[in-house]
C-alpha cells in the first residue's frame, strides 16, 4: 500500500501536467455541478413565469367572461321585453284578453304560480368557498419546503 | 506552460478580476448610494400595475324575475399620443365623427391639448356602443377587420392610435317602461331618481384598487371584489306595461295633462306597478331636460302633492264612525248649505240633498253634510285622525326624494276654524296619491295600515334576503274599518259607477278637486279627478289609484277617472288570475 502511494507522488513528481489536470478537473466538475442547478433553475423559473403568464391571462378571461354573460343576460332581456314580446305577439294573431272570454277551472289543491323570483338561495344557506388559485402557483421553494418539512415533522 | 507567457496570463486575469471588481463595487455603490432610493422607487413603480376593479353594478328585476335593469359592454375611445402620426388626428376626427356622432373639432380640441400637455394617452369619447365600435373595427373596406378581442379600434393604418376599452355600463331593456320607478345611472355612475338613487350605495357595490405585479413569477390571485347587490322589486312588469298603456290612452282620450296611477297588494304593501306622465326611455337619459321642463316631479305618485277633494271624505267619515258619533244609518238634513267658521260649505252641485244617511252622504259626496260631520269630530280628533293616517309625513316608501304633503294644524300659524270645514272634504291639505293609498289600506287590513314597498328581495353574496311586510300604526279600529269597507263597497253600488266591473265586487271613493291658483282661489274650469278603490272585497288583491290632472272632457272624477279605474280593474283581475266572485266562492266552497 505503502509502495504504491510512493509510486503514484513520484508518478505526479515526474508528469506536474498530470496534477494541472486534476486541478482542471475540479474546475470544470464545480462548473458542470453550478451548471446544472443553473439550468435547472431556469428550468424551474420560465415554467412558473410561464404558468404565472397563464394565470393572469385566464384572469384576463374570466374578467372577459364575465362582462359577455352581463351583455347576453342583457341583450336576452331586450329580446324578451314587453314591448318586443307584445309585437310578437301581436304578429302570431294573439289578442289580450278580456275576463269574459275567459273560464276559469278548479285545480284542487294548487296553489297557483309561486309569489316572487328565487334568483338566490335564501340567506343563510351554506356555499362552498370559490375556486382559487392552487398552492403551487403561489408558494415559494422555501414555503414548499417548510410545509414539506411539517409534515415530515408529523410522523 | 512556457514560463515567459506568464505576465500575459497574469495580466489578462488581471484585466478581467478588475472588471469584475469595478462592477461590484458600481453595484454596491449604487444600492447603497445616494441615488439608491431613487432607482428602488423606480423598480417598485415598474414592478406592478395599479388596476382598480369596478364591481358590476346590482341588476333590477321584477317580482317574475325579469330583467328591468342590467348592464352592457359600452367602449371608451382613446387616442395612444406616442403612435400619432402627424396627419393623424384629421382622420381620427373624421372616423369619430362619421362613425360614432362625435364633434369634430371637439376631438381635434382634446388631441392638441393633450399633445401640448405631453400626455402619453387621452380619452377622445366614452360610452360608445359595440355597434358603433364594429364599424370602426371594419373601417378600412381593403384591409381585413380588427380582432374582436384586439385593443385596436380600427384596422386603418391612419387610426393605428385609437384604443378601444370596454367597460360596462347601465342598460335598461324594458326602455321606458317603469321609468318612474327606477330612475336612472348617469355616465358618472351616480344613480338619479327612484330606485337607482335611493338605493345607489347597495347598487353600486365597492370600486377596488390592487397592484397587479408585472413579473410572473409573482402573479397572485385577484381579490373577489363583491358586485353590487341585485334587487328583486315587488312590480310585475306585465301589470306596469297594462296600467302605462292604459293610463297613456285615457290621458289621451280625456285630453288631460298628465296621469298617475298606482296598483298596490293592500295586504303586503308590494307596489304592483306605478307610473305617471311624463316618463322617459332611461336609455336616453340625456332627453331628462327636454322632457322634464318645468319642474315637472319624476315620479308623481311620491313627487307631488294635490289637494284630493273628495277622495278624502273618507277619512273624515272613519273619523266620525270611529269616534262613535256617526254609525252608517245616521240621519243628516243636507240643507244645501252648511256656515262654519265664517265662510260658507255649498254642495258639488251647488243643491241641497234632503235627508241623507252617512251611506248617501259618501254616495253623493255631499260636502255640506261631511263639513259637519267634521266639525262634530271637533278640530283636535280631526287633525289627530289625519296626522294618524300619515297625512303630513312621508309614508316611508323605498323609492327616492318622496314628498310629505302638507296639513296645517290649528297650532299652527295660518290655520283658521274655516280650514276645518274644508279639510273635511279634502280642501285645503296636500295630499300625495301614496299617502292616500296607504291610508285607505287601513280599511282592508281591520285598521291596520301597511307601509308601501317597491323592493321584495335583496340578492348579496349569493343569498337572497327576503323583506317582510311593515305596518305603520293603525289610526282606527277593526270594527271601524270593517263599517267603512262595507260602506265604500254600498255606496259604489247604489250610484252605479262606472267604476265598477261585472262579476267583480269593488269599494271605492271618487275625488274631484278644485285646482288652486297663485292668487289664493280656485280655477272653477279646471280639476283634479282621481278615484282610488279596492277588490274583491271579500278577498283584497288590489288596490288602484287613479289621478287625471285637469282633464278637459270632463271634470268630474265620475266621468273620467272612474272609468279609468275600471279599465284597469278588467284587466289587472286577468293579470293577477282572479276568477269573478261567484266561481271563486264556489271553488273556495270545494
Not at chain 2, 400637455?117 to 381585413?144: G, W
Not at chain 2, 262654519?340 to 240633498?353: L, V
Request: proline share 6%.
Amino acid at each position: 500500500m505503502l509502495k504504491r502511494s510512493r509510486e503514484l507522488i513520484q508518478a505526479y513528481q515526474q508528469a506536474p501536467w498530470r496534477r494541472q489536470m486534476q486541478v482542471i478537473g475540479f474546475i470544470a466538475a464545480g462548473l458542470v455541478a453550478v451548471s446544472l442547478v443553473g439550468a435547472l433553475y431556469l428550468n424551474i423559473t420560465a415554467r412558473a413565469a410561464t404558468a404565472g403568464r397563464q394565470v393572469q391571462n385566464l384572469q384576463s378571461d374570466v374578467a372577459d367572461l364575465e362582462q359577455k354573460i352581463e351583455d347576453l343576460k342583457t341583450e336576452l332581456a331586450f329580446i324578451a321585453s314587453v314591448e318586443s314580446m307584445q309585437q310578437r305577439a301581436a304578429d302570431l294573431g294573439f289578442k289580450p284578453l278580456s275576463p269574459n272570454a275567459l273560464t276559469y277551472l278548479s285545480v284542487p289543491e294548487y296553489q297557483g304560480r309561486p309569489s316572487g323570483a328565487q334568483l338566490a338561495p335564501r340567506a343563510g344557506a351554506q356555499f362552498s368557498a370559490a375556486a382559487r388559485l392552487p398552492a403551487e402557483y403561489t408558494q415559494s421553494l422555501f414555503d414548499w419546503l417548510s410545509q414539506l418539512l411539517g409534515v415530515l415533522g408529523g410522523f | 506552460m512556457p514560463r515567459e507567457h506568464t505576465w500575459r496570463y497574469l495580466s489578462t486575469a488581471l484585466f478581467f478580476g478588475l472588471i469584475g471588481l469595478l462592477i461590484f463595487w458600481r453595484a454596491y455603490s449604487v444600492q447603497t448610494g445616494d441615488q439608491a432610493t431613487a432607482f428602488l422607487n423606480q423598480s417598485e413603480y415598474f414592478s406592478r400595475l395599479l388596476k382598480t376593479i369596478y364591481p358590476p353594478r346590482g341588476e333590477i328585476y321584477d317580482r317574475n324575475g325579469n330583467l328591468l335593469a342590467g348592464n352592457r359592454t359600452v367602449y371608451e375611445i382613446g387616442v395612444d399620443l406616442a403612435s400619432l402620426k402627424e396627419q393623424d388626428p384629421k382622420a381620427i376626427a373624421l372616423a369619430l365623427s362619421a362613425l360614432v356622432g362625435s364633434d369634430y373639432n371637439r376631438v381635434l380640441e382634446i388631441l392638441a391639448q393633450a399633445k401640448s400637455q405631453n400626455l402619453i394617452y387621452v380619452v377622445a369619447t366614452d360610452y360608445v356602443l359595440p355597434e358603433k365600435v364594429d364599424l370602426l373595427k371594419s373601417y378600412n373596406v381593403n384591409l381585413p377587420p380588427e380582432e374582436d378581442d384586439s385593443f385596436l379600434c380600427s384596422n386603418d393604418p391612419a387610426l393605428a392610435a385609437l384604443i378601444c376599452r370596454p367597460h360596462l355600463a347601465r342598460s335598461y331593456p324594458e326602455r321606458d317602461l317603469a321609468s318612474n320607478l327606477l330612475g336612472f345611472v348617469t355616465q358618472d355612475s351616480n344613480g338619479n331618481f327612484g330606485i337607482e338613487q335611493q338605493y345607489q350605495d347597495l347598487l353600486a357595490g365597492q370600486p377596488e384598487n390592487i397592484w397587479v405585479p408585472t413579473d410572473p413569477n409573482r402573479v397572485q390571485e385577484l381579490p373577489q371584489v363583491p358586485g353590487g347587490s341585485s334587487l328583486v322589486l315587488t312590480i310585475d312588469r306585465q301589470i306596469q306595461a297594462m296600467v302605462e298603456d292604459i293610463l297613456d290612452e285615457h290621458i289621451e282620450k280625456t285630453a288631460s295633462d298628465s296621469g298617475t296611477a298606482i296598483v298596490m297588494d293592500p295586504r303586503t304593501g308590494e307596489i304592483l306597478a306605478m307610473t305617471s306622465t311624463p316618463r322617459l326611455d332611461l336609455n336616453d337619459y340625456q332627453e331628462y331636460v327636454n322632457i322634464f321642463t318645468d319642474s315637472k316631479p319624476y315620479n308623481r305618485a311620491v313627487g307631488q302633492i294635490y289637494e284630493p277633494g273628495s277622495i278624502f271624505k273618507v277619512v273624515t267619515m272613519a273619523a266620525a264612525i270611529d269616534l262613535g258619533l256617526v254609525t252608517p244609518e245616521t240621519v243628516y238634513l243636507d240643507k244645501g248649505i252648511f256656515n262654519f267658521g265664517g265662510i260658507s260649505i255649498r254642495n258639488w252641485n251647488g243643491q241641497a240633498w234632503g235627508e241623507q244617511t252617512m251611506l248617501g252622504c259618501l254616495q253623493h259626496s255631499l260636502n255640506v253634510c261631511l263639513a259637519e260631520v267634521g266639525s262634530r269630530v271637533g278640530q283636535e280628533n280631526f287633525y289627530r285622525y289625519v296626522e294618524a293616517f300619515g297625512f303630513g309625513y312621508p309614508t316611508g316608501v323605498d323609492l327616492f326624494n318622496e314628498a310629505t304633503g302638507t296639513v296645517r294644524t290649528p297650532d299652527e300659524t295660518g290655520w283658521y276654524p274655516a280650514d276645518l270645514a274644508t279639510n273635511t272634504f279634502g280642501q285645503g291639505l296636500a295630499v300625495t296619491p301614496m299617502q292616500m293609498v296607504m291610508a285607505v289600506s287601513a280599511f282592508i287590513n281591520d285598521g291596520k295600515m301597511v307601509i308601501p314597498h317597491i323592493v321584495k328581495a335583496v340578492v348579496q353574496d349569493g343569498s337572497q334576503y327576503n323583506l317582510s311586510p311593515q305596518y305603520a300604526g293603525q289610526p282606527i279600529s277593526e270594527e271601524t274599518a270593517h263599517t267603512m269597507a262595507q260602506m265604500l263597497t254600498d255606496s259604489l253600488e247604489m250610484e252605479s259607477s262606472k267604476a265598477l266591473v261585472p262579476g267583480y265586487r269593488l269599494a271605492g271613493k271618487t275625488g274631484t278637486a278644485q285646482i288652486p291658483t297663485d292668487n289664493g282661489t280656485y280655477d272653477l274650469n279646471q280639476t283634479n279627478t282621481s278615484f282610488v278603490g279596492w277588490g274583491p272585497v271579500d278577498d283584497p288583491r288590489f288596490i288602484v289609484f287613479v289621478w287625471l290632472e285637469r282633464p278637459e272632457t270632463s271634470i268630474w272624477a265620475s266621468e273620467v277617472a272612474a272609468p279609468l279605474f275600471a279599465d284597469i280593474v278588467e284587466r289587472l283581475v286577468v293579470l293577477m288570475n282572479i276568477p269573478p266572485d261567484a266561481q271563486r266562492v264556489v271553488a273556495q266552497e270545494n
